[in-house]
């Protein structure tokens, strides 16, 4: 369904030039929402006039920019192939009609049985998969981490099969460039220009589903990348790990890496694993590394300290956790109704703080009672009836209700839960569980190194242990609050922080590999609120923590782990930055401001624009994933949704208007 750009009309209807759409970006963010308006056009669009979409993007549709099959076999996904979908089902709420689909590692089964060809019976045209990924597809499990460019042929074949089930005679444009400025009236057509074209793309709507973008650097890392240039040393700031040159970090040098996240596992495979080092296993069953000797030493920290946890390893059993209980879509229109923006700390956290650990108590009750006393139904209606705790409570209620007897106790959550869960290990505190480290003082760095590989091992058993199975209800309460977080819009990104530690870890054998590199000396952890300064007299950088007072380590290579915070005023993005220099409202945070029921930009003056439209993580609506796990009412799906419901209407409110004065 591809054609020339210049195609002046649709063939069906010679004398009418067809709606136009121009989407920029062609990752699986565009992939789900061209999956939507297919599902959503035959109601909204009907017999209508024919469309057609413009994608506009340098890499390849399906994948885009970061699932691009072009990069190294060893980098993994951070999900099991059964908890990754692109499809709706029937726990999204949302209008359009659910088109079922598989998941990856159904689409994987069905790859095996059809010998390597990528398609499913029944659906998109197949195409054959190249003899590696074959390979791959073919002993995938359920349960396996697929490699990211599996991924990428899997979102290639939802990208194709989606175009396929768009309504007969819609025609798709593919432009490999980049758009650099949107123009246009809000009440007509708008111009989409791209790099080095004199002439724009005409369209009757725009959709912007930009992805991760690059950023400049802000003051900080300004400074640190010319103390580098000017004593010749190495800094890498935050960017996609992919396209990080590390070449410049030499074999057998001290690296300090700021990071302890997703990208840092990216990091620590491609000097590893990437450099021809090798894992094997010892005779007691321990993983052991064997070093190429091309590797750096890394000294790793950030501000918990500690990589992020583990994905769980199990899949629930039994009854899962009522949520959302405390934070629904009840609470979200209460703070929504309040004047101004609700304060996260003050106002949100408290309810999520709860909701959280009703997920967790219920599991406990339910699945492990012989570790609880008392009767579930009893502990519930109690801890109901108690005040959400988080912090800075007691300040708020002491400020809110001026007589201590009108008060009811801060404690009594405490004194319930202490009652109720014999053995402390069993009862949810969110404080130690986001600072593990905090407090926490070391000798010197090898009893750092010890305690860390003794907390790394310890969640890995844990997250691979179903006695330990009210976590997994607190992860599925994490993702039910982070579905009903979209709709408060820019909550700060302290959030975002905590969810990704506990939520979005990486898989276990990655942490499983991070320890035989620790036993290995290949990495050195550098302990909690890491901090790295640049000296001028030594002309190193140097980086020490609150763990190990007194100790610091220098280096010539500084990496910050991590990727480049979103923000308009920042990318580098010349779409994004124009756009907002052209008047799009952004947050304080610097996210470009979206409309929450339908994704139409917003500007300065809070109107929803008629005709733009955006989505991802450069937006105040950023979802925490363009696919998901099924059946957990993915935000992203449901965005997707009421976009493509909103644009079709749009279309065919123009396409009746084109009728009428014909």
């Given at each position: 369904m591809s054609a020339n750009p210049d195609h002046p009309a649709h063939p069906?209807?010679?004398?009418?030039?067809?709606?136009?759409?121009?989407?920029?970006?062609?990752?699986?963010?565009?992939?789900?929402?061209?999956?939507?308006?297919?599902?959503?056009?035959?109601?909204?669009?009907?017999?209508?006039?024919?469309?057609?979409?413009?994608?506009?993007?340098?890499?390849?549709?399906?994948?885009?920019?970061?699932?691009?099959?072009?990069?190294?076999?060893?980098?993994?996904?951070?999900?099991?192939?059964?908890?990754?979908?692109?499809?709706?089902?029937?726990?999204?709420?949302?209008?359009?009609?659910?088109?079922p689909g598989p998941s990856l590692a159904e689409w994987a089964r069905e790859v095996r049985e059809a010998g390597g060809v990528g398609g499913v019976r029944g659906a998109a045209p197949p195409h054959a998969l190249p003899p590696e990924l074959a390979a791959e597809a073919a002993a995938l499990t359920g349960r396996s981490f697929a490699t990211r460019r599996l991924q990428s042929a899997y979102l290639r074949w939802v990208y194709e099969r989606s175009v396929a089930d768009l309504p007969p005679g819609t025609i798709v444009h593919e432009h490999r460039d980049r758009a650099v400025r949107v123009t246009g009236p809000r009440d007509g057509r708008q111009q989409v220009w791209l790099e080095g074209r004199t002439a724009p793309l005409t369209a009757d709507a725009v959709v912007l589903a930009l992805g991760h973008l690059d950023a400049e650097p802000d003051a900080e890392q300004q400074a640190l990348t010319a103390f580098a240039a000017e004593h010749q040393l190495v800094h890498l700031p935050p960017e996609f790990t992919a396209d990080s040159d590390v070449s410049a970090l030499r074999p057998g040098e001290p690296v300090i890496v700021r990071g302890l996240g997703l990208a840092f596992v990216d990091l620590m495979v491609l000097l590893t694993e990437g450099r021809g080092g090798r894992y094997e296993r010892g005779p007691d069953g321990e993983l052991v590394y064997r070093p190429s000797g091309r590797e750096p030493v890394l000294y790793a920290g950030s501000r918990r300290g500690v990589p992020y946890?583990?994905?769980?390893?199990?899949?629930?059993?039994g009854e899962r956790p009522p949520v959302p209980r405390f934070f629904g879509p009840a609470e979200v229109d209460a703070l929504l109704s309040r004047p101004g923006r609700p304060d996260f700390r003050r106002d949100v956290w408290p309810l999520i703080a709860k909701e959280l650990g009703f997920a967790h108590y219920h599991r406990l009750f339910t699945a492990h009672p012989e570790r609880v006393a008392g009767e579930w139904s009893a502990f519930e209606e109690k801890y109901a009836a108690c005040p959400p705790g988080g912090p800075d409570l007691d300040v708020l209620v002491a400020s809110a209700v001026p007589d201590p007897a009108?008060?009811?106790?801060?404690?009594?959550?405490?004194?319930?839960?202490?009652?109720?869960?014999?053995?402390?290990?069993?009862?949810?505190d969110l404080d130690t569980l986001d600072r593990p480290l905090a407090g926490l003082r070391f000798g010197d760095h090898e009893a750092l190194q010890q305690a860390l590989r003794g907390h790394i091992e310890a969640d890995l058993a844990r997250r691979h242990d179903p006695a330990h199975s009210p976590d997994l209800a607190v992860f599925l309460a994490l993702l039910s609050v982070y579905g009903q977080l979209i709709r408060l819009g820019d909550i700060g990104g302290w959030w975002h922080g905590f969810f990704s530690f506990l939520a979005s870890g990486p898989p276990g054998p990655r942490l499983e590999q991070l320890l035989a590199l620790s036993r290995a000396g290949v990495v050195r952890f550098l302990g909690a609120e890491t901090t790295v300064t640049a000296d001028p007299v030594r002309g190193v950088?140097?980086?020490?923590?609150?763990?190990?007072?007194?100790?610091?380590?220098?280096?010539?290579?500084?990496?910050?782990?991590?990727?480049?915070?979103?923000?308009?005023?920042?990318?580098?993005?010349?779409?994004?930055?124009?756009?907002?220099?052209?008047?799009?409202?952004?947050?304080?945070a610097g996210l470009l401001a979206v409309s929450p029921a339908d994704a139409r930009v917003l500007d300065r003056a809070g109107r929803p624009h008629p005709r733009r439209f955006a989505l991802g993580p450069h937006t105040d609506a950023r979802a925490s994933g363009a696919f998901a796990r099924p059946r957990t009412n993915a935000p992203a799906f449901r965005q997707n949704d009421a976009t493509a419901r909103a644009l079709l209407r749009c279309l065919r409110e123009l396409s009746c208007r084109a009728t009428v004065n014909a």
């Open positions: 069906d209807h010679p004398f009418r030039s067809p709606a136009t759409v121009v989407i920029v970006g062609a990752g699986p963010r565009t992939t789900g929402l061209i999956e939507r308006i297919a599902a959503n056009a035959p109601e909204l669009y009907g017999d209508g006039a024919p469309f057609e979409l413009h994608l506009v993007d340098p890499h390849p549709p399906g994948g885009g920019r970061i699932w691009r099959p072009d990069q190294s076999p060893l980098l993994w996904m951070n999900s099991m192939a059964e908890d990754v979908t692109m499809f709706t089902d029937e726990s999204v709420e949302r209008e359009g009609p659910i088109r946890h583990a994905k769980i390893g199990y899949s629930l059993s009108d008060r009811l106790d801060l404690d009594d959550l405490d004194v319930l839960v202490a009652a109720a869960v014999p053995d402390p290990a069993d009862r949810l950088f140097r980086a020490s923590s609150a763990s190990v007072p007194g100790h610091a380590v220098e280096a010539r290579a500084l990496v910050e782990a991590r990727l480049p915070e979103p923000s308009v005023d920042r990318s580098r993005d010349t779409l994004l930055r124009s756009l907002y220099r052209d008047g799009a409202a952004a947050t304080p």
